[in-house]
């Protein structure tokens, strides 16, 4: 539990859960979603997976830009994708995996596995999800 909550988002969901539609209490995001194909949807409108992917690439995006600023690290170019899966977890449910494939240049790789090290122990994404899904890092150099 944080200390102190600094700011908190409010997105609410309706219709038919993950063929319905979400709308942020700002309006900032306000946009159906559906069932991928791949789990049996019909697609065509974004997911759960998606909206967590993006929260996910860009939160440890800024956390690794701080680590590494606060180390001389450049991280000029630099990009994060996530991928967020998800499958059967054999007991009835559901579970998701993620994986952060982390592109820098412009830095050794030494330098560059510290920066993605510090960033997973600081980005609140890999704090929440820590113990609780599995989460791999890949880190591409150039």
Do not use: W
């Not at 946009?31 to 065509?44: K, Q």
């Not at 974004?46 to 600023?69: I, V």
């Not at 997973?120 to 609780?132: L, M």
Request: glycine share 12%; net charge negative; aromatic share 4%.
């Amino acid at each position: 539990m944080p200390e102190k909550v600094l700011y908190t988002a409010s997105v609410i969901s309706t219709g038919d859960g993950r063929n319905g539609h979400v709308r942020s209490s700002d309006g900032l995001v306000d946009t159906d979603v559906r069932m991928p194909e791949g789990l049996g949807g019909p697609g065509g409108a974004t997911n759960p997976e998606q909206l967590f992917a993006a929260g996910y690439a860009a939160c440890f995006h800024s956390a690794l830009k701080a680590t590494a600023k606060q180390h001389g690290v450049d991280l000029t170019d630099s990009a994060v994708t996530a991928e967020v899966g998800i499958g059967p977890n054999g007991q009835g449910g559901f579970e998701l995996v993620a994986t952060l494939n982390v592109e820098i240049s412009g830095a050794t790789p030494e330098e560059a596995q510290k920066a993605v090290d510090l960033a997973h122990q600081v980005c609140p994404y890999s704090n929440a999800t820590r113990g609780n899904l599995d989460v791999t890092i890949n880190v591409e150099t150039a």
